[in-house]
């Protein structure tokens, strides 16, 4: 089952932007992703059993080094065909 997971973090501190490239770096080393980055969002392509779990350890390792970061989040079944 395919899925594009479309992600935005908001790091609650000044320098905000080193953060998120953080997380960005920690999603582009996966292998079995396709990840687009554009000013709004991050959006990961993948397979479900694949993609949920690297994005969850991406996630639990970017709020370990945070204070406060929220993360929007939105899944999207890819129907094939």
Known sequence: MQIA?????YPFRPDYE???LNFIGLLKA???LRVEVNSMSTQ????????MP???SAI?????????TV???KVLHVPEG
């Open 5 to 9: 997971v479309e992600i935005s973090m």
């Open 18 to 20: 080193q953060p998120i």
């Open 30 to 32: 996966e292998d079995g």
């Open 44 to 51: 990961i392509f993948g397979e479900f059993d694949t993609a």
């Open 54 to 56: 690297k994005v969850q």
């Open 60 to 68: 639990k390792e970017a709020f370990s080094e945070e204070q406060v």
């Open 71 to 73: 993360m929007v989040m």
